[in-house]
């Protein structure tokens, strides 16, 4: 299994001596397009996804379609999962600037009826973590905060293992 991306850049006229427009596009093998640009902090137009909004985009859809599987396949559906996800630029071990902490923060909601303790939740989402395609593609740390309901359960709830 493979994957494509087409990054396309063109110089633009009217830019002044010395700078260069950062706007781009990228093309997906799905055929969306997504208007890109490097973060405004560096020249990039703030209208713009930049690649480090890609980035954790990607991370956060990646671990929410896996941990999606996995409560699929253990039977406890869910009706919602909202992840507000936040990534802090700071230098590597090489001294480098790179992503160097990613922060995962979903909010699932459980269909009525659904018990889950939170024990289980977090079992769920380390195994969401440990078989994320992109987790294990990265190097910063990730960390997850779990905010969930289900009805009117509360953590400590009885769940299905």
């Not at 006229?13 to 973060?39: K, N, P, V």
Request: hydrophobic fraction near 40%; charged fraction near 20%.
């Amino acid at each position: 299994m493979g994957f494509q991306v087409t990054v396309d850049w063109q110089a633009s006229a009217g830019t002044e001596e010395g700078q260069f427009c950062r706007d781009h596009q990228i093309a997906f093998g799905s055929g969306q397009r997504l208007l890109a640009s490097s973060a405004s902090e560096y020249n990039g137009s703030a209208d713009r996804v930049n690649p480090e909004e890609s980035l954790l985009a990607a991370l956060s859809s990646c671990h929410m379609l896996t941990f999606l599987t996995i409560a699929h396949l253990k039977r406890l559906p869910v009706a919602s999962y909202v992840d507000q996800a936040s990534a802090e630029l700071g230098k590597n071990q090489a001294g480098r600037t790179a992503i160097s902490r990613i922060q995962l923060k979903p909010e699932i909601v459980f269909a009525d009826g659904v018990e889950v303790t939170q024990e289980v939740l977090e079992k769920m989402h380390q195994k969401a973590h440990a078989n994320c395609f992109i987790a294990n593609s990265l190097s910063a740390e990730i960390a997850i905060e779990i905010d969930w309901r289900a009805g009117d359960l509360r953590p400590g709830s009885e769940a299905q293992d």
